[in-house]
Structure formats: structure tokens, C-alpha cells
């Protein structure tokens, strides 16, 4: 298993979770972060004007997903959040451990699905 952790402009979080949840893939975490990239802020625009410094309101996606499905996963993500600009956003991806589903025991896998 691995967690796909996104950090993308918050305009595009709709069309990522239609696009996953197509992609059979629903399950997610989201958090709203602030942050900044190697821009440091300065060459985004905040509200009509540049400003140094400032972190970005961004929100983070988390999805844990199958080996099998991280391309795909990966793939919905780009086709959703890429306008080729910088301050698109970017992905890490983790090796999960396990997962267990509390309510039944379900493991790995079958807990994710
Ligand atoms: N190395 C990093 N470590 C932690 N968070 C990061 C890192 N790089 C980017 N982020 C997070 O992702 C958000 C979006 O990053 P951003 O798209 O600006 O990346 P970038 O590396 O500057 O690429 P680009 O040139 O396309 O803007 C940042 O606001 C920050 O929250
Ligand atoms: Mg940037």
C-alpha cells in the first residue's frame, strides 16, 4: 500500500475527488495547509498583489491506496490539478506499514478497498 499525499490549490479539490471517485477510488483525507514552494510565495499572485513571503493556502489530499492503483491514483491527480503553472502543487508518496478497518479487523488490502 501506499499514501498519496497531494498538496494542490484548493480550486481543484472538486474535480480531484469526482475524478477519483471514477476512478473507484473515494477514500480520502483532506486538511487545509499553508505552505510554500520554491517560489517562497513571492511569484504567486495573493489577492491582485505579489507579496514576499506569505505561505499559500493549498489543501492536502490524502489517499491511501493498492500498489496496483498508485499510477492511476497519480495519474487523476495530474489530469485534475496541472495547468502547467508553477504553485501547481506536488505529491509525495509513502510505503504504508498496514491499515485496519475498525470495524471488522479487515487488514492491508481488504481494509482499504
Ligand atoms: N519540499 C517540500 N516539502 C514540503 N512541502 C512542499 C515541498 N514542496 C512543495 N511543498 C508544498 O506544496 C505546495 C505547492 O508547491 P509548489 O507547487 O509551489 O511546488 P514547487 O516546488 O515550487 O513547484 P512549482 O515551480 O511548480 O511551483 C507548497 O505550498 C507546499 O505546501
Ligand atoms: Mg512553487
Same mark, same amino acid.
Given at each position: 500500500m501506499k499514501r498519496v499525499e497531494a498538496i494542490v490549490k484548493p480550486s481543484k479539490l472538486e474535480a480531484i475527488q469526482k475524478g477519483l471517485t471514477l476512478a473507484e477510488m473515494p477514500c480520502m483525507t483532506v486538511i487545509p495547509v499553508k505552505g510554500a514552494g520554491m517560489q517562497k510565495g513571492y511569484s504567486e499572485i495573493y489577492r491582485g498583489t505579489e507579496k514576499p513571503m506569505i505561505l499559500m493556502s493549498k489543501v492536502m489530499i490524502i489517499c491511501v491506496v493498492s500498489d496496483e492503483n498508485l499510477e492511476k491514483c497519480i495519474d487523476v491527480i495530474l489530469e485534475n490539478a496541472?495547468? =502547467? +503553472?508553477? =504553485?501547481?502543487g506536488k505529491i509525495f508518496v509513502y510505503e504504508v506499514y498496514d491499515a485496519v &478497518?475498525? &470495524? +471488522?479487523?479487515e487488514r492491508g488490502n481488504a481494509a482499504i478497498r
Open positions: 496541472s495547468e =502547467g +503553472n508553477v =504553485g501547481d &478497518r475498525i &470495524r +471488522n479487523g
